[in-house]
């Protein structure tokens, strides 16, 4: 991790990934488990609830990802079997965050989206495309801080667009 | 010692905006120069008294400098030297920078003394369509020395031959209101709309905003324009949700508002910096747009009119307002408008002598002729120019005055004002055709894209007034629609510059549209033909006269695209910009149409040139496309793998070792191992993808041929998947973990196609199906362990605690275990070799230690590591389907698998798979083939042709679709497609080849070359 360009990179290792879906007739059991478990209510289209031990992201309608600390996000599918379809993706995604105020500049050059604060805020989710590569982006605070996920086959590509853009070298969790 | 040519004679003592503490050397066509910051390439020569710049594309007629901007068709330099250097540059776009490095092009030895000028002297057998009608006999000459000759002459500049050291970029930036061209419409139009709020973009090719404001000695709010168009960019620069992007062409309109540009970052720059891109594309996603482009002037078209010193008048303003250069001395005046008088004023303000004035009008306004006969210039109502003389500069104009009399007049600039053509390609490239408005004699924007506004000159508003209130109003205008509302915008008080005295101005204007200020400059030039001026240039560039125009008419090439292609009148780099409007007015004149039923050639972008590596950013040489790796990539590397690409993988192909001559070698090696010992191959690539949910089985039975609703839990079957149309579109193996839990498995190739399918399958067709899926390609590292040792090898390599009896875990079997203590796995009894084998799939942050792991536990068996050849090799020799078979042409009937196509469920294909074509006796169907001689080689693509047939098509029978070496068997054995397929079992066939020039002799055998029972598979 550096942070000499007004920008810092770091890679989110050791994340455990589950990919929820709603069962027919289930969503309102699926959004109590939810509330009953982690605190959380099932995100709106675009957006994405939690903090870094456990998000959740919405990728499709009826269908979410849970991303963050490995034991929460077991504990999390342990608690949601009966009620969710759930598919284990832990490991299948390289997961970058981008902080600093150079964030927007450098993301501007790998995604096509609009990320000016009026456009795209804290707790935004996106599915796009960066580097050929279909990515999601989620927003995590003002400083601007991005988390930019891709498939982990593609990890080396990816980082090398980051870098290209401007980004430094993405380094593992400190 | 410096010679005249390096004191920049030509330079005015005062004024301009550049910076006479700030000289800067640079050199053309080998000679040294000066010229100031400040100063294009074309303002440097100038002042240096360098008129002759280039030669022309045909002809190659000596050029000089016509214009002052991007527009410019004559003066087209090679830029720099070494891997820079670039070709077909306008000096008028180049930024002098110290060190400047500058060559003509297009002429030997020569400028001054170009050997194919003698092109000129032929110039009545180079006209427009010459090549169609020569260079035809005899037809051996073609290829021997027609193409070479026409290649050497042809073609303007050369590339630089050297890989590009610089680096690109591309970019994607939002806002609700793009303004196009920082002229007054344009900055008038970024002030409304930002000051109101709305994120703006302003983009303008210039490397300072102004655009004619740059040119002209206007006033705007009692300052002179250039201070003006500084303080708006100081405003606007002050404004947070506003950008200003300088030396940024926008090149092109796309669809839903998205517009190209391109910036030129370190162009101006000797070099790029450290970090700096060279130049960068800008996707630009806009709300609203307000084109604010100006207008391009015409030239006047006569004989002479491509000599050097012949000029546009807005380009003689502005080398001598902006840059402080006298293009020359002694002018000459023609023009058919009121626009072209203010050049008289700037010429006598800076000292120039006007020897006439030629004004197409007979009636010329008596305030204008006061003017010329205070400038002491001799004034030619209703005249014309007949010619320009002198060969390598003017020296004299003729002139033919109202009665027909005729006067040759010394100078050494003639200036042209022919009026101005809105630079309106933007609001046509969707497709919206511009319309020809008579009273301003110009084209105007017609159906704009969406969300376009249009200001100023580029609509024919071509006062200073009118471009900054209309540009005012369509900035706010813009914003309102963006939701950002304000006062109405009050424009500022604009005075075009001396033209004539102020007084009662007579004419007010071509809309009739008056008001206490109306400007002056709202009387537009009419487009005046030219009157027997053959020679006349009407495309400078690619050398089209007035006489090629009639020539096409003559042959029948009359509309205007037919015009285009035959002439090549506006396909050359400033695409037609100064020529456009006049070929079509002489077609139009010649068809004895107007200009409204000839109308124009479809414009595209990129307006301006635009190189391929902005295009390209960072998409170059191993970047050009993302590469995906397998968790064990860098264990292979290491083994000494070689790799190959397998679409966006990387596959280890075979594993060298020490005294390997060639591939072959290897990969029997591995096979070998395979078949006698045990062998490991990272078949991670291969699609995954897992199913949950109560509707599975449903699913997969209608998206397969056979049934995976009765599937057992605990087992794996293998499946095949139909397009739509009835072929084959994939195969693999669906595996049931749980009673609503599936894994499949696809090749390689169709992971992205098949998920697709699927995926439009559950939420097109079937969207009530209970069910939930997605890739897992990326999750699980997985492994084939094949060979007769595989099972002692996997029990020692799992964690103690899985049975892996016959009994417990028979072929075709799958479940989970553990692995590298504690890591949960997945193991699938499935074989690809025909071998007792096993796949592993492990949380793919575990793909190295496993398969470290697996070849730890093998050694002492002697396993070795096997690659995409030695598994090609393997599956061939037990005839199973691949990437040869199912090629998108082949149906499961002739593959041998009708019998796995259910009769008592429906499934994708099932009805189009029954057409009778594809149910003919005789169609292909897969055999297997071996050779008579078995030490002959066989070659995939070959074609089956009965014995004692000729190798035609006539008698074709069907094709070789995968061969192998087999080091089992010691010969060659094939796969392939034989018409009447099983039932000629046994029959004597011959492989042709005829690009290599091969055929062999084969016996028809069947698919399966080794272990037909399957034995070997069920131990």
Known sequence: ?174 | MSTPATRQQHRLPTGGLVDRTAPLPFRFDGRDLTGLHGDTLASALLANGVRLVGRSYKYHRPRGILTAGSEEPNALVELRDGPRREPDTPATMIELFAGLTATSQHRFPSLRFDLLAVNDFFAPLLKAGFYYKTFMWPASFWERFYEPMIRRAAGLGRAAGLPDPDRYERATLFCDVLAIGAGPAGLAAALAAGRRGARVVLCDEDSCPGGRLLAERATVDGQPGTAWAAAAEAELASLPEVRVLRRTTVFGTYDHGTYGALERVADHLPQPGPHQPRQRTWHIIARRAVLAAGATERPLVFAGNDRPGVMLAGAVRAYLNRFAVAPGRTVVLATSGDDGWRTLADCRHHGLRVAAIVDRRADVPPALQTLASQAGARLFAGGRVASARGAHGVRAVEVIDASGGTHRIDADLLAMAGGWNPALALSTHLGGKPVWDAASSAFVPGELPQGMLVAGAARARFGLAAALADGAQAGADAAASCGFDGPVPVPPRADPGPRADPGPHADPGPHGDPGPHADPDEAPAALWLPHDAGKGFVDFQHDVTVDDVALAHREGFRSVEHLKRYTTLGMATEQGRTANVTGLALMAALTGQSIEQTGTTRLRPPYTPVSIGALAGHDRGRDFRPTRLTPAHGWAAAQGAVFTEAGAWLRASHFTQAGDTDWQQAASREALAVRNAVGVCDVSTLGKIEMVGADCGALLDRLYINTFSTLPVGRVRYGVMLREDGLVFDDGTVARLAPDRFVITTTTANAGPVLAHMEFCHQVLWPALDVHFVSVTDRWAQFSLAGPRAREVLAAALDPGCDLSNEAFPYMAAGTASMLGGAGARLFRISFSGELAYEIAVPAPHGEAAIRALLHAGEKFGILPYGTEALSCLRIEKGHPAGGELNGQTTARDLGLERLMSKRKDFVGRALARRPALLAPDRPALVGLRPVDRTRRLRAGAHFIPPGAAATIANDQGWMSSVALSPTLGHWVGLGFLAGGMARLGEAIRACDPLRGETVELTVVAPCHIDPEGARLRV
Do not use: K, N
């Open chain 1, 1 to 174: 991790m550096s942070d000499t360009t007004g920008v810092s990179a770091r890679l989110r290792d050791g994340l455990g990934m589950v990919s929820i879906a709603t069962p027919r007739g289930g969503a309102a059991a699926l959004a109590q488990a939810l509330r009953d478990h982690a605190g959380l209510t099932p995100p709106a289209p675009g957006c994405w609830v939690g903090d870094d031990t456990l998000a959740l992201l919405w990728t499709a309608p009826g269908q979410f990802l849970a991303v963050g600390d490995a034991a929460a996000t077991q504990r999390l599918a342990d608690t949601l079997s009966a009620r969710a379809l759930l598919i284990d993706l832990t490991g299948a995604r390289v997961v970058v965050r981008l902080s600093g105020p150079s964030a927007r500049d450098i993301l501007a050059r790998v995604v096509p989206l609009d990320l000016h604060p009026r456009a795209m805020r804290p707790g935004h989710v996106a599915s796009t495309v960066a580097a050929h590569l279909g990515v999601q982006v989620w927003q995590i605070d003002d400083a601007p801080s991005y988390d930019l996920a891709g498939p982990v086959s593609y990890a080396g590509s990816l980082r090398r667009a980051l870098v290209l853009a401007g980004a430094p070298e993405p380094g593992p969790d400190s």
